[in-house]
């Protein structure tokens, strides 16, 4: 006879999930719903795009988290029935086996929406801008810099997240000297701003000739994207603006125009380009609110007096990585600040991420803060 008995780990199910709907504050989100909801159903909505999609797209964001968490309601009652079908006169094998695949289910789940209510920062629930660059390692460097953008991107697909590729520097043999990506999700900056750090690759090289280990490296930077409304001013004479021509690998021309942007802020010597967008005036304004996004970073640090920086000064060199993607001798990827690991590198570069940034997200909050 079967005795099945999973209560000790369904009452730990039950303590999580109470805890996580007190931090969500399930009352708050279904008022939050209702507003959106009458946003959403006015008839001059679509006069603003802008503001249309936004409203969009935070009502479709606290929809999908209150049926998640309705969800994971029924499915705790669902499981104690099934348990109670598993122990029931001669008992059922089938529920049993049942039963027990929803128990780790569940606990997958809950661990997963215990990591976002962690995500209580300041800028933690604002959509991200990423950028990567390239660092020591020559080709190979370049090359491992177009690996973590398509590592990301893959990611972001995988969640159903919108990014747009804001511009990239292709390198002349191979890769890309920096990208930046635009994820237009809410939480992405709580979310993926423990990817910022120092990257390092270690392999045999497929541009060395001798077929010698390589070790390069790449550097990751995440910065929130600011709302409109907190746009900081920049003068004009703080500023230099320069167009250039859209292009792709090898030198190929996108577009027969100058449409392309790079704005320089002089006092600090912050640069950004865009050349994702059609026309110069549009690229110049994506471009803009990614200086205003980092501006604001620097004046919010200064104003907090704290040697940290959100998006840290990164020298993707020895030193400082805080993730090795090993391919040779041996197949591993590990976070060096929460030993989380893998040894599955080409799961990882498909994007699956989701271990190490839950663990990441945990590593930071029980950090020491300086």
Not at 85 to 92: V, Y
Not at 107 to 114: A, F, I, R, S, W
Not at 164 to 183: F, N, R, W
Request: aromatic share 6%; charged share 25%.
């Amino acid at each position: 006879m079967i005795e099945l008995d999973i209560s000790e780990q369904i009452a730990a199910l039950r303590a999580t999930f109470g805890d996580i709907r007190a931090v969500i504050d399930i009352d708050q989100l279904r008022t939050d719903i209702a507003d959106l909801n009458d946003q959403a159903g006015a008839p001059d909505l679509w006069d603003d795009s802008e503001h249309a999609q936004k409203v969009t797209s935070d009502l479709s964001h606290r929809q999908s988290e209150l049926a998640r968490i309705e969800s994971i309601e029924h499915r705790l009652d669902d499981l104690e029935v099934l348990v109670e079908m598993a122990n029931d006169g001669e008992g059922d094998e089938e529920s049993a086996e049942e039963a027990t695949a929803e128990l780790a289910s569940l606990q997958k789940v809950l661990g997963e929406l215990e990591v976002h209510t962690l995500l209580n920062g300041e800028f933690d629930e604002r959509p991200a801008v990423m950028t990567i660059r390239s660092g020591a390692g020559g080709v190979d460097a370049a090359d491992f810099a177009e690996m973590l953008m398509r590592m990301y991107l893959r990611w972001a697909e995988q969640h159903d997240y919108p990014v747009t590729v804001l511009d990239v520097g292709y390198a002349e043999e191979a890769g890309i000297k920096s990208a930046t990506l635009q994820i237009d999700s809410p939480y992405a900056f709580g979310t993926l701003s423990v990817e910022a750090g120092t990257h390092r690759l270690v392999r045999m090289s497929p541009f060395n000739s001798a077929g010698k280990r390589q070790t390069s490296f790449a550097a990751v930077e995440v910065v929130p994207l600011i709302e409109q409304t907190e746009s900081i001013e920049i003068p004009d004479t703080d500023i230099r603006v320069d167009v250039f021509r859209s292009s792709g690998p090898g030198g190929q021309s996108v577009n027969t125009t100058d449409s392309a942007v790079r704005i320089t802020h002089l006092p600090t010597g912050t640069v950004v380009s865009c050349q994702n967008e059609k026309s110069q005036i549009q690229n110049r304004a994506a471009a803009m609110r990614v200086l205003q996004s980092r501006l604001l970073l620097i004046q919010r640090e200064q104003e907090a007096a704290t040697k940290k920086e959100f998006a840290g000064v990164i020298t993707a060199s020895w030193g400082d990585q805080m993730r090795s993607y090993v391919l040779a001798p041996y197949q591993m990827v590990k976070d060096l600040r929460t030993n989380y690991e893998v040894n599955n590198p080409t799961q990882v570069f498909d994007g699956d991420l989701d271990g190490f940034i839950s663990a990441g997200i945990r590593w930071r909050k029980q950090a020491p803060q300086d």
